[in-house]
């Protein structure tokens, strides 16, 4: 997805709260805002979201010094929803369709996002959309589960801390559901915002289920060329791809992969791109025509800058 100019202000308002966070002073929150706006002012045409959230949250941490701004907050984040785990868990066994209910809790758990509205919806709303999400027309249940059956790969794309909770309980059902499915989860390759990095998904108990891999770069997304070789391979040998959050949602929108993408609209923007109601939640399915070429570059491009480094 590209980057609007409706996005700017979401930008500039992030930065400051970014830099607020880091704990900058009032002189060093007008450096970093100077310092994005001359990106903004400059930035190139094709540039995604996610790639701008990585300057504005670089910069951050190179001008305050602080290389995990969020730390605090995901560990609240986590420890929160593993605290309501085992409630959650009775919530999804008691619905009359166990898979669409962990998927709408996992999508309504989408909510815990620090990156375009700063704040971390009340936590009843979790439970709420267990129920409440109602039948939308953006909302694919048929379809997923029809693809998810047919395969024999998962790659799960994961976004936020203590919504990874969440994902944990959508995974269990699924490997209950469909026994030999490789399930294979992805998350950031570093610091980013409140996203999950392997260290959340190690502290929620994840990877004693499933095999955890990173991107191999801190994008609030998945930016392929920028991803490491192995995330590549697993990407493009996934039989099925479930893409969590608007930032995966920014960055692989043009996908030709069999990719679905499971989120709450937030913002307008992204509402308009998808063709939905700010506050919706959606499973989408991208286009699932093969893209050879794009699977050749991207690895072969990998490759190279891998061995340049040894």
């Not at 609030?220 to 039989?239: K, N, Q, R």
Request: aromatic letters at 6%.
């Amino acid at each position: 997805m590209k980057i609007y100019l409706d996005c700017y202000p979401c930008f500039v308002r992030q930065t400051l709260d970014a830099g607020r966070i880091a704990g900058a002073d009032e002189k060093t929150q007008k450096r970093i805002l100077s310092s994005i706006m001359q990106i903004l002012a400059d930035i190139p045409d094709g540039t995604t979201p996610p790639k701008m959230g990585r300057m504005i949250h670089e910069t951050v941490k190179d001008i305050t010094g602080n290389p995990d701004p969020y730390k605090e907050i995901k560990r609240q984040h986590n420890e929160a929803i593993m605290e309501m785990e085992q409630e959650l868990a009775d919530r999804i066994g008691e619905s009359p369709s166990p898979l669409e209910g962990a998927l709408k809790l996992a999508g309504t758990g989408n909510l815990i996002d620090m990156g375009p509205e700063r704040r971390w919806s009340d936590i009843h709303r979790i439970f709420d959309g267990i129920t409440t999400a109602g039948e939308q027309t953006l909302f694919l249940l048929d379809h997923f589960e029809e693809t998810l059956h047919q395969s024999q790969t998962l790659l799960y794309l994961g976004d936020n801390a203590g919504e990874i909770v969440l994902d944990k309980l959508l995974i269990g059902l699924l490997l209950a559901r469909e026994p030999n499915l490789d399930i294979i989860f992805a998350v950031r390759g570093g610091p980013i915002i409140n996203d999950a990095t392997r260290e959340d998904a190690e502290l929620i108990g994840l990877a004693d289920m499933v095999r955890i891999i990173d991107t191999g770069a801190a994008f609030p997304g998945v930016e392929l060329d920028a991803c490491s070789h192995e995330f590549l391979e697993c990407y493009f040998g996934a039989d099925l791809i479930l893409a969590k959050g608007q930032g995966n949602y920014e960055s692989l929108s043009n996908a030709k992969e069999n990719i679905f993408f499971l989120l709450t609209a937030k913002c307008p923007v992204i509402a308009d791109d998808i063709g939905c109601d700010v506050g919706d939640l959606v499973l989408l399915n991208g286009d699932p025509s093969t893209n050879g070429d794009a699977q050749r570059f991207y690895l072969n491009n990998t490759t190279q800058q891998e061995r340049k480094k040894t």
